[in-house]
Nanobody, 116 residues
Framework: QVQLVESGGGLVQPGGSLRLSCAAS????????MTWYRQAPGKVRELVAS????????GSAESVKGRFTISRDNAKNTVYLQMNSLTPEDTAVYYC?????????WGQGTQVTVSS
């Protein structure tokens, strides 16, 4: 079955960086667009960035452009989110998402906290 496992979250100071990873299994990875979402406390879940199966960036939120980079390694079935210049407003649970055959799958999420 489809599985998405995020890792790499944690506590970081403002201005710092983190790299999130999402290890995928159970589907043909290089044929699917992968997406990172995030959900801050009391807010709706929002799209952060998407990447096509071949590695082209499909889109990203205005709030992260120039700071966050999505990438993927199809040999490792893994998608990454490099986050630089983090601010407290980036504090959220970050989720990996894929739609396979019309069914949506989510990872369990990884917490990112930006605080001094």
């Amino acid at each position: 079955q489809v599985q998405l496992v995020e890792s790499g979250g944690g506590l970081v100071q403002p201005g710092g960086s983190l790299r999130l990873s999402c290890a995928a299994s159970g589907f043909i990875f290089n044929r699917n667009t992968m997406t990172w979402y995030r959900q801050a406390p009391g807010k709706v879940r929002e799209l952060v960035a998407s990447i096509s199966g071949r590695g082209g960036t499909v889109g990203s939120a205005e709030s992260v452009k120039g700071r966050f980079t999505i990438s993927r390694d199809n040999a490792k079935n893994t998608v990454y989110l490099q986050m630089n210049s983090l601010t407290p407003e980036d504090t959220a649970v970050y989720y990996c998402y894929v739609s396979v055959g019309g069914t949506a799958y989510w990872g369990q999420g990884t917490q990112v906290t930006v605080s001094s």
